[in-house]
T-cell receptor
Framework: GESVGLHLPTLSVQEGDNSIINCAYSNSASDYFIWYKQESGKGPQFIIDIRSNMDKRQGQRVTVLLNKTVKHLSLQIAATQPGDSAVYFCAENEDSGGGADGLTFGKGTHLIIQP | DTGVSQDPRHKITKRGQNVTFRCDPISEHNRLYWYRQTLGQGPEFLTYFQNEAQLEKSRLLSDRFSAERPKGSFSTLEIQRTEQGDSAMYLC???????????FGQGTRLTVV
């Protein structure tokens, strides 16, 4: 199947700064996108999702932007905290309104928060 | 803790042995998913259940892999005749329905020696 990938393997930001993690996908049929956070030794933790009929969705300190024209997804984290240090994965699915059946994950970006 | 529970957390086995992992989803979650994650990679989808029905199993890695959810509650993933390449984290997730977010467990880390 087509893959979902991330532009940077590691992103280092200062505590308190905003961070942006990017994701490119290639499957034009994808219509559901999710961001997960994974801390060392733990399973992925849901952060936020977005469907293809939207281009922006906000949560608590996080915003996901979807640009279907260029098949690009981003996760913005405001005022980063030490607890935000983790690996962040984007994932996508097609013909799905949600759930986790057949999600395709990218390789992940390791976000490092520096004090 | 009312999250997804996986057992065991770690398993070391010799090549050629069979292993079975258990997943207890969040109560009343109808959907249950199995994923595999190798070091440095994102999770890879294996199979999923809607209650006791296994709706997708073509993505299981080989015929050595099988999963069950006999009563629509907990699920087991079995790997027969394990190989060193099976070493990975096996993740389970559940969701209330097919159109809501899924919650992952902590995973079972398998090491085949």
């Amino acid at each position: 199947g087509e893959s979902v990938g991330l532009h940077l393997p590691t992103l280092s930001v200062q505590e308190g700064d905003n961070s942006i993690i990017n994701c490119a996908y290639s499957n034009s049929a994808s219509d559901y996108f999710i961001w997960y956070k994974q801390e060392s030794g733990k399973g992925p933790q849901f952060i936020i999702d977005i469907r293809s009929n939207m281009d922006k969705r906000q949560g608590q300190r996080v915003t996901v932007l979807l640009n279907k024209t260029v098949k690009h997804l981003s996760l913005q984290i405001a005022a980063t905290q030490p607890g935000d240090s983790a690996v962040y994965f984007c994932a996508e699915n097609e013909d799905s309104g949600g759930g986790a059946d057949g999600l395709t994950f990218g390789k992940g970006t390791h976000l490092i928060i520096q004090p | 803790d009312t999250g997804v529970s996986q057992d065991p957390r770690h398993k070391i086995t010799k090549r050629g042995q069979n292993v079975t992992f258990r997943c207890d989803p969040i109560s009343e979650h109808n959907r249950l998913y199995w994923y595999r994650q190798t070091l440095g990679q994102g999770p890879e989808f294996l199979t999923y259940f809607q209650n006791e029905a296994q709706l997708e199993k073509s993505r299981l890695l080989s015929d050595r892999f099988s999963a069950e959810r006999p009563k629509g509650s907990f699920s087991t993933l079995e790997i027969q005749r394990t190989e060193q390449g099976d070493s990975a984290m096996y993740l389970c997730a559940s969701s209330p329905t097919g159109d809501t977010e899924a919650f992952f467990g902590q995973g079972t880390r398998l090491t085949v020696v």
